[in-house]
């Protein structure tokens, strides 16, 4: 049991996950906050296009 506790193998994955959960997160909380300007700017680059 104390050999298991002492074991770092798969810590560092851990990490990197909860490293991507909080960006992830904080996109999506960007996103909610910024939704009608990205609205906005993909409207006009979808009108340029056409």
Do not use: D
């Not at 960006?23 to 996103?31: E, L, N, S």
């Amino acid at each position: 049991m104390i050999t298991f506790l002492r074991e770092e193998e798969g810590q560092g994955l851990v990490e990197y996950a909860l490293i991507i959960a909080v960006i992830a997160i904080a996109v999506i909380v960007a996103m909610v906050f910024l939704r009608g300007q990205l609205q906005n700017i993909f409207s006009n680059i979808g009108n340029n296009l056409t």
